[in-house]
């Protein structure tokens, strides 16, 4: 059975950092393509950002470049987001997913972290 | 930047066909996705690549995609498929989601 588990949100105020992370299981991550998704509260889905398998090529949305990171390490098939210069506009539920196949459909998600940014 | 845009609602009675849009220009040459999220919980994939189900969604889940724009139908809807619906494709690779539909079955 696929788990994907996120923990490290929390409350963090303007212009401070977080780092998430996303532990697996169930799947062959290391040939996975892996994806940030996060969702406002009351709001609709958007995409964050993508990393490749060896981690050779990443892809962001343009309000998060220059201040999120995606990495992962497929010895522990973990993915991380850090997250720095966090404005409120950044607060709402972050998802990891994998993407699948070559249309890159989000297969698998995990149940979301919470991340608050207020003062 | 690409854009995709969903009704925000759609009502539909038990046992019916519930039809759900999703427009962006020149969709049809992209691969659509759906993905239905009850409330509270997170997203779970319905259709990929514009038709294809995954293992485990129901057959009355099917879509289709061409032109302009892609539709999900539910047919013989039933009160469990009551959720928010998001369409989701991608530009180049940067990924693009709908505004979400909320289906509410009366």
């Known amino acids: 059975e696929v788990h994907l588990v996120e923990s490290g949100g929390g409350l963090v105020q303007p212009g401070g950092s977080l780092r998430l992370s996303c532990v697996t299981s169930?799947?062959?991550?290391?040939?996975?393509?892996m994806s940030w998704v996060r969702q406002a509260p009351g709001k609709g889905l958007e995409w964050v950002a993508n990393?490749?398998?060896?981690?050779?090529?990443?892809y962001y949305v343009d309000s998060v470049k220059g201040r999120f990171t995606i990495s992962r390490d497929n010895a522990k098939n973990s993915l991380y987001l850090q997250m720095n210069s966090l404005r409120a506009e950044d607060t709402a539920v972050y998802y990891c997913?994998?993407?699948?196949?070559?249309?890159?459909?989000?297969?698998?998600w995990g149940q979301g972290t919470l991340v608050t940014v207020s003062s | 930047s690409y854009e995709l845009t969903q009704p925000p609602s759609v009502s539909v009675s038990p046992g019916q066909t519930a039809t759900i849009t999703c427009s962006g220009d020149?969709?049809?040459?992209?691969?659509a996705s759906w993905y239905r999220q009850r409330p509270g919980q997170s997203p779970v994939l319905v259709i990929y690549?514009?038709?294809k189900r995954p293992s485990g969604i129901p057959e009355r889940f099917s879509g289709s995609n061409s032109g302009n724009t892609a539709t999900l139908t539910i047919s013989g809807t039933q009160a469990m498929d009551e959720a928010d619906y998001y369409c989701?494709?991608?530009?180049?690779?940067?990924?693009?989601f709908g505004g979400g539909t909320k289906l509410t079955v009366l």
């Open positions: 690549q514009d038709t």
């Open positions: 989701q494709a991608w530009d180049s690779s940067t990924g693009v």
């Open positions: 169930g799947f062959t991550f290391s040939i996975s393509w």
């Open positions: 990393i490749k398998q060896d981690g050779g090529e990443r």
């Open positions: 997913a994998s993407l699948g196949g070559n249309s890159w459909q989000f297969d698998y």
């Open positions: 020149k969709l049809g040459d992209k691969y």
